[in-house]
């Protein structure tokens, strides 16, 4: 299979649509797995509360329960002491006029009760409970379902869940969600200079960063490694790598052999095995890559270059892997440039930057000194890519940048 007519040398923007609409066609199944195991998965469907939260009325302190009609508007009142309620008790003495029940946090409130007054805020004298003027009707008192009340959302689909949204789950009693099917990714390393990071280098090698840096990135979002490649600048060798890792993954990254040279062998292996969507963006670094598709796997091919490789991954790979799992898009960051810049060239640029909050709670942004495509130590030390948009422009200290993390 072979296509002549794809997009080359876009800008970022259109990049973004096409790949958003690839991936759109590409989402990956539902299935439904135990709370417990739905940690870091992505909800495929609005869950709706089952019950109320709290399923009742209950009390937020430690105190006394009464009626908040019997409150004193002047001086004191004395309380008679009815009983008491703990949290988790199967019953409660019922308040009539006058009188109160001991209860602690989280106890449900008794019948006729609709205020807690806390125990510090009280005097105790035998069975009777002195409360003073200035307590307030219905204080201290968790309504049934004022956290989610019953039928109403409780997480749309979208929603990655972490701790936070597991708990909100158990408290609702879901005991099984519906998430997206984790994703399956292979990485294929290229390059004859590329050895493995526990050999000794011999003349014209280098250790092979992005076979352990790519399945790293694939992970922290969220994927699993289907299989990790390395092969060397070789179109057959290239060619059996990618119907490998294709038919055992959902999405196949490449690095390396994307641009014009004579060992950049994956365009046109692609563009034989099945479809290409484009190849080259206007963007600094990482203009060289590519994506396509082999049968029903999509495929990234990314620059050489580390930075460029990592970059790239971040505004591309991350965009894909969240659009195949429905993932609701991560809100944008803005930033203050530290200094002025002199953009000289017509591309948008991905900047590593490090990020810092001043004392009004400005975010500013100082663009690391080692910003070459090659350069490692600028993508470790750097906490944001700060996004410059496209043509060539003067960028003064202060101005608003969008910040990627």
Same mark, same amino acid.
């Given at each position: 299979?072979? !296509?002549?007519?794809?997009?080359?040398?876009?800008?970022?923007?259109?990049?973004?649509? /096409?790949?958003?609409?690839?991936?759109?066609?590409?989402?990956?199944?539902?299935?439904?797995?135990?709370?417990?195991?739905?940690?870091?998965?992505?909800?495929?469907?609005?869950?709706?509360?089952?019950?109320?939260?709290?399923?009742?009325? !209950?009390?937020?302190?430690?105190?006394?329960?009464?009626?908040?009609?019997?409150?004193?508007?002047?001086?004191?009142?004395?309380?008679?002491?009815?009983?008491?309620?703990?949290?988790?008790?199967?019953?409660?003495?019922?308040?009539?006029?006058?009188?109160?029940?001991?209860?602690?946090?989280?106890?449900?409130?008794?019948?006729?009760?609709?205020?807690?007054?806390?125990?510090? !805020?009280?005097?105790?004298?035998?069975?009777?409970?002195?409360?003073?003027?200035?307590?307030?009707?219905?204080? !201290?008192?968790?309504?049934?379902?004022?956290?989610?009340?019953?039928?109403?959302?409780?997480?749309?689909?979208?929603?990655?869940?972490?701790?936070?949204?597991?708990?909100?789950?158990?408290?609702?009693?879901?005991?099984?969600?519906?998430?997206?099917?984790?994703?399956?990714?292979?990485?294929?390393?290229?390059?004859?200079?590329?050895?493995?990071?526990?050999?000794?280098?011999?003349?014209?090698?280098?250790?092979?960063?992005?076979?352990?840096?790519?399945?790293?990135?694939?992970?922290?979002?969220?994927?699993?490694?289907?299989? +990790?490649?390395?092969?060397?600048?070789?179109?057959?060798?290239?060619?059996?790598?990618?119907?490998?890792?294709?038919?055992?993954?959902?999405? %196949?990254?490449?690095?390396?052999?994307?641009?014009? @040279?004579?060992?950049?062998?994956?365009?046109? %292996?692609?563009?034989?095995?099945?479809?290409?969507?484009?190849?080259?963006?206007?963007?600094?670094?990482?203009?060289?890559?590519?994506?396509?598709? /082999?049968?029903? +796997?999509?495929? *990234? @091919?990314?620059?050489?270059?580390?930075?460029?490789?990592?970059?790239?991954?971040?505004? *591309?790979?991350?965009?894909?892997?969240?659009?195949?799992?429905?993932?609701?898009?991560?809100?944008?960051?803005?930033?203050?440039?530290?200094?002025?810049?002199?953009?000289?060239?017509?591309?948008?640029?991905?900047?590593?930057?490090?990020?810092?909050?001043?004392?009004?709670?400005?975010?500013?942004?100082?663009?690391?000194?080692?910003?070459?495509?090659?350069?490692?130590?600028?993508?470790?030390?750097?906490?944001?890519?700060?996004?410059?948009?496209?043509?060539?422009?003067?960028?003064?200290?202060?101005?608003?940048?969008?910040?990627?993390?």
């Amino acid at each position: 299979m072979s !296509n002549d007519h794809y997009p080359v040398r876009i800008g970022l923007q259109q990049a973004l649509e /096409i790949v958003a609409a690839r991936a759109a066609e590409h989402r990956l199944p539902v299935e439904r797995v135990a709370l417990p195991d739905a940690h870091g998965r992505v909800l495929a469907e609005d869950l709706h509360a089952p019950i109320d939260l709290p399923p009742f009325a !209950n009390s937020a302190m430690d105190g006394f329960a009464l009626r908040g009609a019997d409150l004193p508007a002047i001086g004191e009142r004395a309380f008679e002491l009815a009983g008491e309620i703990m949290a988790g008790a199967a019953s409660a003495p019922r308040v009539h006029a006058g009188q109160c029940v001991r209860i602690t946090t989280g106890a449900p409130m008794p019948v006729g009760a609709d205020t807690v007054v806390i125990k510090e !805020n009280v005097r105790v004298e035998g069975n009777r409970v002195i409360v003073r003027a200035g307590e307030k009707p219905g204080g !201290n008192v968790r309504s049934a379902g004022e956290d989610f009340a019953h039928g109403s959302l409780a997480l749309a689909a979208g929603t990655s869940l972490r701790a936070a949204q597991l708990g909100v789950l158990a408290a609702l009693g879901i005991a099984e969600v519906p998430v997206r099917r984790t994703l399956r990714a292979a990485v294929i390393a290229t390059g004859n200079e590329l050895v493995p990071v526990e050999q000794p280098l011999g003349f014209g090698e280098i250790h092979d960063s992005h076979g352990t840096m790519l399945p790293a990135l694939l992970r922290e979002s969220g994927a699993e490694i289907a299989v +990790c490649l390395r092969v060397r600048d070789d179109p057959a060798m290239l060619r059996r790598a990618l119907l490998e890792a294709a038919a055992d993954a959902d999405l %196949v990254i490449g690095s390396g052999g994307v641009s014009a @040279g004579e060992a950049d062998h994956l365009p046109r %292996v692609l563009a034989e095995l099945g479809e290409i969507h484009f190849h080259k963006v206007r963007i600094k670094p990482g203009m060289p890559m590519l994506f396509g598709r /082999i049968g029903a +796997c999509l495929v *990234f @091919g990314l620059p050489g270059n580390p930075v460029s490789a990592a970059v790239t991954f971040r505004v *591309f790979v991350r965009f894909t892997l969240r659009a195949m799992l429905g993932e609701a898009a991560p809100s944008v960051q803005r930033a203050r440039l530290t200094g002025a810049i002199d953009k000289r060239h017509g591309r948008a640029e991905f900047l590593r930057c490090t990020l810092r909050c001043d004392e009004q709670g400005v975010l500013w942004a100082t663009p690391h000194p080692q910003q070459g495509s090659h350069m490692l130590r600028g993508l470790a030390e750097s906490d944001v890519l700060v996004l410059l948009p496209e043509e060539a422009r003067e960028l003064p200290r202060g101005t608003v940048v969008t910040a990627w993390p």
